[in-house]
């Protein structure tokens, strides 16, 4: 396992992706205790403590979704967390074209994470968004009190109206920041379906050319979307 003197490794296990509650410094966030784990350190500092504000903002502005015996102890509310990579660990015998089963190993480390390892609030009111570089593939996974509110209908159109901003290359921070604004909207039921329309102002790099499946195209996924895929091509 990477320590925080050491090269953390490209491509991560699930079992061994860090907790950034519990190893701060091995998400990439030095000393801070942060619902963000960016080992691999495909943010700017600033732009992660940017988004950690964004997190706070959430937790600390949304109705507490729990029973109200929990509400009184807890008076947060839903808890939103990011996992980066370089890269996944996936099966030996993998095919990288299937983009289903990219969705469906993309799913299975984010949902790891949630109710595995990193266990984040007290009645599964956490969501994590985990992206993948390399593979090029987003993808929430929501406990069973957050899914309630932030649903695969909110997810598919959030995704799709983030879709430009990830790729190698591309703004991933404004992609996370847009991402996280629209789940704070759902959650705080101020939410309105809308078409994703780019700024006249916005110009963002064009989409390199690979030859790999994930290279090119973002592959987006909830935890209710297992047995669906959802490709977006990048604009």
Same mark, same amino acid.
């Given at each position: 396992?990477?320590?925080?003197?050491?090269?953390?490794?490209?491509?991560?296990?699930?079992?061994?992706?860090?907790?950034? @509650? %519990? %190893?701060?410094? /091995?998400? $990439?966030?030095? =000393?801070?205790? &942060?619902?963000?784990?960016?080992?691999?350190?495909?943010?700017?500092?600033?732009?992660?403590?940017?988004?950690?504000?964004? +997190?706070?903002?959430? #937790?600390?502005?949304?109705?507490?979704?729990?029973?109200?015996?929990?509400?009184?102890? %807890? #008076?947060? $509310?839903?808890?939103?967390?990011?996992?980066?990579? /370089?890269?996944?660990?996936?099966?030996?015998?993998?095919?990288?074209?299937?983009?289903?089963?990219?969705?469906?190993?993309?799913?299975? *480390?984010? &949902?790891?994470?949630?109710g595995n390892s990193w266990k984040f609030g007290n009645c599964m009111e956490s969501v994590v968004i985990f992206y993948s570089l390399r593979d090029?593939?987003? *993808?929430?996974?929501?406990?069973?009190?957050?899914?309630?509110?932030?649903?695969?209908?909110? +997810?598919?159109? +959030?995704?799709?109206?983030?879709?430009?901003?990830?790729?190698? $290359?591309?703004?991933?921070?404004?992609?996370? /920041? %847009?991402?996280?604004?629209?789940?704070? &909207?759902? *959650?705080?039921?101020?939410?309105?379906?809308? @078409?994703?329309?780019?700024?006249?102002? /916005?110009?963002?790099?064009?989409?390199?050319?690979?030859?790999?499946? $994930?290279? =090119?195209?973002?592959? !987006?996924?909830?935890?209710?979307?297992? !047995?669906?895929? *959802?490709?977006?091509?990048?604009?």
């Open positions: 396992m990477a320590t925080a003197q050491s090269h953390p490794p490209e491509i991560w296990s699930k079992d061994e992706y860090p907790n950034p @509650q %519990k %190893k701060p410094s /091995e998400c $990439g966030r030095n =000393n801070k205790i &942060s619902y963000i784990c960016d080992p691999n350190k495909l943010l700017e500092p600033k732009e992660a403590a940017a988004l950690d504000k964004l +997190i706070d903002d959430i #937790r600390n502005h949304t109705t507490c979704p729990c029973s109200a015996y929990a509400c009184r102890h %807890k #008076r947060q $509310g839903f808890i939103v967390a990011i996992a980066l990579a /370089e890269g996944m660990q996936r099966p030996d015998d993998t095919d990288d074209d299937d983009e289903l089963k990219l969705l469906n190993d993309a799913g299975l *480390f984010a &949902s790891h994470l949630r090029n593939v987003v *993808f929430t996974s929501t406990g069973q009190t957050a899914m309630i509110h932030l649903t695969n209908k909110h +997810i598919v159109q +959030i995704s799709e109206n983030t879709r430009r901003y990830f790729g190698k $290359g591309r703004p991933l921070y404004k992609g996370l /920041e %847009k991402m996280l604004k629209e789940y704070r &909207s759902v *959650f705080k039921n101020s939410y309105g379906y809308r @078409q994703a329309n780019p700024s006249q102002h /916005e110009h963002l790099p064009a989409t390199p050319r690979a030859s790999r499946s $994930g290279a =090119n195209r973002l592959i !987006a996924g909830s935890a209710i979307l297992m !047995a669906t895929k *959802f490709v977006m091509h990048l604009l």
